[in-house]
């Protein structure tokens, strides 16, 4: 079975589409229960986030539901993978971690992870970012809810 670092309902609170690059929108958005927070760069093109919208977002460390690892060999037929339930996948590297103190001076852990020049800074709870560490490889997958 394939493990989740990170499996929650988020709601887009804003975007951005002069912050990066043309093509490129930045997100803001919290989860749920406001447990997160997320930045996350899209590329708008392909896959546009509107205030307000909720989508669940996953971030795994491979894309097979039996929990291997992805490699470089594709077997020949059909493999089920997670990304067949989700309309925008990236994959990229977790490159830093640091803490960080909240308005109500609450210590989290952020994470951030580089999609090939798209970023993701997640800020949550110490005992909910346990599972993440520097120079891991990750996916990302989002859906509309």
Not at 120 to 140: C, N, S, T
């Amino acid at each position: 079975m394939a493990e989740f670092y990170f499996d929650e309902i988020i709601k887009v609170l804003k975007f951005d589409s002069l912050v990066v690059y043309d093509k490129v929108s930045r997100i803001n958005a919290n989860s749920e229960d406001d447990g997160f927070y997320l930045e996350l760069d899209v590329h708008a093109e392909i896959y546009q986030m509107l205030p307000g919208e909720k989508y669940r977002m996953v971030i795994s460390n491979t894309l097979h539901k039996d929990g291997s690892t992805v490699s470089n060999h594709f077997p020949e037929g059909k493999q089920v993978s997670l990304a067949d339930k989700f309309e925008y996948v990236m994959h990229g590297l977790l490159y830093k971690m640091a803490e960080a103190k909240d308005a109500k001076d609450d210590v989290k852990v952020v994470v951030y992870v580089s999609f090939g020049g798209l970023q993701l800074m997640l800020k949550g709870d110490p005992l909910k970012m346990h599972k993440f560490k520097v120079d891991q490889r990750l996916f990302l997958l989002l859906r509309k809810m």
